[in-house]
């Protein structure tokens, strides 16, 4: 080991942040999807480093399904005061008001698929070149495929087998005029990674991420959170558990984990003595084993 | 993977990024497999998920390359399309595998995969040895300039786990890889299916005295693959807050591409020529003593003098070539051929200008490094050394000096693909 020696995190902050650089550097209007989940908030704290002492250059859009925890909704508003950055809120009940969503049916509808078209909506609208996501590429086997700049055309559509080789850290930014990029600064971090770069930088993160008491019903083993858009059949009844969170997606579909880590350094312990993956307990990728592929090429991030 | 972990060492890690060649069947996508569920990498419900995809193929044992395989189309044809990226960390380095298909486009496909990794494993069948792809495979690591080969001869269970059948590969293999140019190669005897050497010692092969994969991917010193002689910070993105606690502030992002700088060293910027000093190198406002290859900074000069994106900022006493006619060595990526006379976007570092090919010097023959010099036709992979003009001078470094200032991309000014890797020479 020489003296010039980076550790792995360091390396890969350095990594995101030149990816967030090039890509403001090269498109005329990006814009960071923020669904106010650790990863978006680890990107808005990524962002902020890398054009300080200037504000982020960039619109944070948070596309709200109505679905979200209130925690993460009111975490949201006062992260986004803090570092002073522009929210955006695309809201998915306005595209199912203006008919072009369509609410999914049955005993626990997931507007998650719905995203894709209120996303593309404000696309259209703002007439952004590129969004940021925080997704990683060892959260589920389509996106360990994905290229960092990803392009899409102007539906939005990934298509895997024709995708533009991504070579050492050199960034192809030029597209048509209607298409757009998605890019994934933290493609290459781990859910360990994460939460090792929120404790060594000190990052907030919504409360419900550490263990509280909560309501939840056990559907389909996943932990389901009380609230008022799923409906109970006749044997399921709410019981009071110690539980929290690894992800943040709707109320609908995220599920719980019986949980009594309280710290970050808890966490971290129960992250590396885990034994199911963080989106194992989503009930919107055990749809099926392509469900993530088949939402990407839709236009999902 | 232990079940605690270590927070101080976790943060001290460090990272190696290896590619993975090989050819069909020859157990690949296995050892991938095998690495991560022997360092516990792999979570249950992937294991579920395996266990109920292997049992509808039909398969007794759960089929651990169905684990990288990502992509509908892959399981239902059973192939890998692209290159996959795959992670896997034990208490001493955190691990990123370019995992590269060895069939169709294999060379666009370990192009890119070699193109950002430490170290390449090249696989082997110890019923078949040497064959076409495995010199092919270690030619393309060579020409990328990767420092560490791995040549793992794999099934040794499919032949009785004999020594010399391991000797006799080892012996084949170094009778053509004396022609690369790949300072650190090294064998190991392994089968991937019943784990033998991979993380742990093989107690069917006793002969073998070497250490395991993981020991050796662990241990390999990649400490000096870096450029730390040779300053240059390409400018990325110019930073004016406007506003008024830093009213005046200009402030020049950037990634350390080879050097060392630090406040206080005087700086030429290239290609304007002027100079100035580093009055401070930070990131999110708090000063960095020492800035070097890979990190991610912010300066600030002495001096108020125009500098943007494209730029350079060096030492006066050790400044990159400035070139227009540009020497390189290109795989070509596209099912269009190259064309002489044709103009093509060329990214170098932060900057981007047009070029136009000159000429078609020779082809190489991948799979013998032989030069062609009759057919000068450059189609889908391949590998040819070719000159351009640019319409803007470069601030380049060959790329066996430096890979980040050393490399190109072409990209097709209509189709805005990106058609070729190129290496300056």
């Known amino acids: ?301 | 993977m232990s079940n605690t972990i270590d927070n101080q060492a976790y943060l001290n890690m460090d990272l190696l990024r290896f590619t993975t060649a090989g050819s069909v069947d020859d157990g690949k996508s296995t050892l991938i497999g095998r690495l991560l569920y022997d360092s516990k990498s792999i979570f249950e419900d992937q294991m579920e998920a395996l266990e109920k995809s292997s049992k509808q193929k039909g398969q007794d044992d759960v089929d651990l390359s169905l684990l990288t395989d990502g992509l509908k189309a892959e399981r239902e044809q059973g192939i890998t399309i692209d290159v996959a990226y795959r992670y896997f960390a034990t208490p001493k380095r955190k691990f990123i595998i370019a995992d590269t298909p060895g069939h169709i486009q294999y060379t666009r496909n370990m192009v890119t995969g070699a193109s950002t990794a430490n170290l390449a494993i090249i696989l082997i069948d110890a019923r078949h040895g040497v064959i076409e792809q495995t010199m092919r495979h270690s030619f393309i690591a060579s020409l990328l300039q990767i420092k560490h080969i791995v040549v793992c001869v794999n099934k040794m269970d499919l032949v009785d786990y004999s020594q010399e059948a391991f000797e006799k590969i080892k012996e084949e293999y170094k009778k053509f890889s004396s022609r690369l140019d790949v300072p650190d190669i090294r064998f190991i005897p392994i089968s991937a299916l019943k784990g033998d050497n991979v993380v742990d010692k093989s107690e069917k092969m006793d002969w073998y005295e070497g250490s395991t994969l993981l020991y050796t991917l662990e241990n390999v010193k990649i400490g000096n693959d870096l450029n730390f002689m040779d300053a240059r910070f390409p400018v990325q993105y110019v930073i004016r807050p406007q506003i008024d606690e830093f009213r005046d502030f200009r402030g020049y992002a950037g990634r350390v591409e080879g050097g060392v700088f630090k406040a206080g060293d005087e700086v030429t910027i290239l290609p304007s020529g002027f100079s100035s000093k580093i009055k401070t190198v930070e990131l999110n406002g708090e000063a960095i003593e020492e800035a070097y290859p890979p990190m991610s900074v912010t300066m600030t000069l002495e001096d108020d003098i125009d500098v943007s994106r494209g730029d350079m900022i060096v030492k006066p006493n050790n400044q990159p070539e400035s070139i227009q006619d540009v020497d390189i060595k290109i795989c070509w990526l596209s099912n269009s051929p190259l064309k002489v006379g044709g103009k093509y976007a060329l990214k170098h570092t932060t900057k981007d200008v047009r070029s136009s090919v000159k000429e078609i010097l020779y082809k190489v023959d991948i799979n013998t490094l032989h030069k062609i010099e009759d057919d000068k036709e450059v189609k889908l992979n391949d590998i040819a050394r070719i000159r351009v003009r640019t319409n803007a001078p470069l601030f380049a470094d060959s790329y066996s000096k430096n890979r980040q200032t050393g490399s190109v991309i072409l990209i097709d000014e209509h189709t805005h693909e990106t058609v070729a890797a190129g290496m300056i020479m």
Not at chain 1, 100 to 125: C, W, Y
């Open chain 1, 1 to 301: 080991m020489n003296s010039y020696y980076l550790s792995h995190l360091k390396q890969l902050e350095a990594e995101a942040i030149h990816i967030i650089r090039e890509t403001v550097a090269q498109v005329d209007k990006p814009v960071l999807l923020f669904s106010g989940g650790k990863d978006s908030i680890v990107m808005a704290h990524l962002a902020r480093k890398a054009f300080y002492p200037a504000r982020i250059p960039f619109p944070l859009l948070h596309v709200d399904t109505g679905h979200n925890f209130p925690e993460a909704i009111e975490f949201r508003d006062n992260m986004v005061k803090e570092i002073n950055a522009n929210l955006i809120v695309g809201l998915v009940q306005d595209s199912i008001d203006k008919g072009t969503a369509i609410e999914e049916k049955g005993p626990n509808p997931s507007r998650n698929r719905l995203q894709s078209v209120t996303l593309m909506e404000a696309f259209d609208e703002y007439k952004w070149d590129a969004a940021f996501g925080g997704a990683r590429r060892d959260e589920e086997k389509a996106r360990a495929k994905e290229r960092i700049f990803s392009h899409r055309d102007e539906f939005g559509t990934w298509d895997p087998k024709n995708q533009r080789p991504e070579l050492w850290s050199l960034y192809n930014g030029k597209k048509d005029t209607d298409d757009h990029f998605r890019v994934f600064p933290i493609s290459n971090w781990t859910e360990m990674d994460v939460w090792q770069y929120i404790k060594l930088e000190g990052i907030e993160l919504p409360s419900i991420y550490f263990s509280h008491e909560r309501e939840v019903v056990l559907r389909d083993n996943v932990l389901l959170a009380k609230n008022d858009f799923i409906t109970l059949s006749e044997d399921e009844a709410y019981e009071k558990r110690i539980i929290r969170y690894r992800t943040l997606g709707d109320m609908t579909c995220t599920g719980a984990v019986a949980s009594d880590a309280s710290t970050l350094d808890d966490i971290i312990q129960e992250v590396a003595s885990a034994r199911v993956t963080e989106r194992g307990g989503r009930a919107d990728d055990k749809r099926s084993e392509a469900a993530m592929e088949e939402r990407k090429k839709e236009g999902y991030f």
